[in-house]
């Protein structure tokens, strides 16, 4: 099978992803094979092929939110069979037995895999998964327009829900990518104003035509305070810029896995019970809430596509911020 594979961290304009043949893995007794079709890329690609993350796993094909079809199951799956579509997000397995696990906060599992991080990934013509973390696509999704919720959805679904936005409450979005852009259409869905702050143009035009009433850049101030916030971008200032603009009581919520270091800031901007908090990973509820959402609303992921390889090319254009919407590699 045709793969990307990461040999060792190197920066994204060094090409280091090389398209190779592997063998077409084999499943074991709970895990699933499928053939992808397709694999959003994501930020957290780019930090685990540039080093900015300790690697566990060398070489690795990348790729965690993927889209494909079923060939095969183990002999102990009971829920899928040939032919299903499925998806496959960050969250490769828990262990069920850690004290976070018991706790109902498997995202924070002692013993946790993440999907192209500890194990290979979906930039790649197969893969394997376990049974039960992989997911049936919701009805009336492409393969392409499915993949962007299995990592940029899920994240900022639960970020959303960390923020504590209610109906009618301000929500600021800092960055306008692949999660944002997902998020926004949860958030009016759930009837909150949305204030965006981006630095591209076209990014902040997309963030209008999907309901934004206000764009700016992170540096403007909107014309009213916020009741909450979620930073998408990796970028520690973004914090103290969310901050003076936001409302006594309010939560800023940092949707990534790397962010450059927050400056030294003055109390008096986290005083009157201003709270910031992180996400890490997600929980397998939070994958089926947000499937179930995004066909309900039914959300409209803006995809922008890319050859298997050209992977190199498309994350570095992400890293640029030159792709709106969403990035998918097309696999077969």
Known sequence: MKAMKLKQPKPITTKPLELVDLPKPTVHADEVLIQVKACGICHTDLHIIEGELAQSKLPLVPGHQVSGVIEATGTDVK??????????PWLYSTCGKCRFCKAGKENLCDNIQFTGFHVNGGYA????????????????????????????????????????????????????GASAHITIQIAIHQGCEIYVFSRGEKHRQLAEKLGAVWTGTADDIPPQKLDSAIIFAPAGQLVLNALKVMEKGGTIVLAGI?????????????????TIRSVANSTR???LDLLRLAAEIPIKTEIQTFPLAMANEALQLLKESKIQGAGVLAIK
């Open 79 to 88: 829920q899928f069979q040939k032919g299903d579509s499925v998806g496959v």
């Open 125 to 176: 013509e197969y893969m394997v998964a376990k049974e039960s973390f992989t997911y049936k696509l919701p009805e009336g999704f492409s393969f392409i327009a499915a993949a962007p919720l299995l990592c940029a959805g899920i994240i900022g679904y639960r970020a959303l829900k960390l923020s504590g936005a209610k109906t009618k409450s301000r929500l600021g979005l800092y960055g306008f």
């Open 258 to 274: 790397h962010m450059t270091p927050i400056p030294a800031m003055e109390y008096q901007l986290i005083y009157q019970e201003r």
């Open 285 to 287: 509820q939070d994958a």
